[in-house]
């Protein structure tokens, strides 16, 4: 089974400065590994996905992730952040094969001024 | 190209009545998810389906909920005989496959 953990339930930063939202997954094979963000009272929207090459993959509004295969992450990173960053984020992960993806829990970002 | 359409995007219904929740993916999507939100749980998988085809229900509860996507028309979550606990945000995505989803906006049920 696949499984997907974000060990912060919250997260905070300071404008400016870089930040690191962390993800582990659990899934058989290759895995699909997705990042989402979550604004207060809207639905998900797609930041970026890894499904093969570079391990260091770019995404939407500055973000980008790490795959690292060996310690099974996917951590998602911003060199300096915005107070606009301010949101849920959350990891998914696709079990090659599988047509279901499971998400984590979320990490509240706190982006201060 | 319209994304994922929900609605309504607020429902209010009393305990007993019944809740429809509707969903039309984005154009040439075949899948389609639905997922429930409550603070503090994030998001939690019910029910896969394809065209006219319930592919996986594992996350659905075994009373009162059903899905399902005809070949016309939007897919459709119904909740017969609603309680308080099936107050939550709920949101359907859409995919091609093994690709990444997209999600509408969500509908946010309150029961009351």
């Known amino acids: 089974a696949q499984s997907v953990a974000q060990p912060e339930d919250q997260v905070n930063v300071a404008e400016g400065n870089p930040l690191t939202v962390k993800c582990t997954y659990s899934v058989s094979g290759n895995p699909y590994l997705f990042w989402y963000v979550q604004y207060p009272n809207r639905g998900l929207q797609f930041l970026l996905k890894y499904i093969t090459g570079d391990n260091l993959v770019k995404g939407s509004y500055g973000f980008e992730a790490e795959f690292n295969k060996s310690q099974t992450s996917f951590h998602l990173k911003k060199p300096s952040a915005l107070v606009s960053d301010s949101a849920l984020y959350f990891c998914a992960a696709l079990q090659g094969g599988s047509y279901i993806p499971t998400f984590g829990r979320g990490t509240s970002l706190i982006v201060h001024p | 190209n319209a994304g994922v359409m929900q609605n309504p995007r607020h429902l209010v219904r009393r305990r007993g009545q019944e809740a429809r929740l509707r969903c039309s993916p984005m154009?040439?999507?075949?899948?389609v998810y639905w997922y429930r939100q409550l603070p503090e749980e994030g998001l939690k998988f019910m029910v896969y389906?394809?065209?006219?085809?319930?592919?996986?229900e594992s996350g659905m509860p075994k009373e009162r909920f059903s899905a399902e996507f005809p070949k016309e028309g939007p897919s459709i979550l119904r909740i017969q005989q609603v309680v308080r606990g099936d107050s939550a945000a709920y949101f359907c995505?859409?995919?091609?496959?093994?690709?990444?989803?997209?999600f509408g906006q969500g509908t946010r049920l309150t029961v009351v």
């Open positions: 389906l394809q065209k006219e085809n319930i592919i996986d």
């Open positions: 154009k040439g999507h075949s899948h």
């Open positions: 995505a859409s995919s091609q496959l093994e690709t990444e989803a997209f």
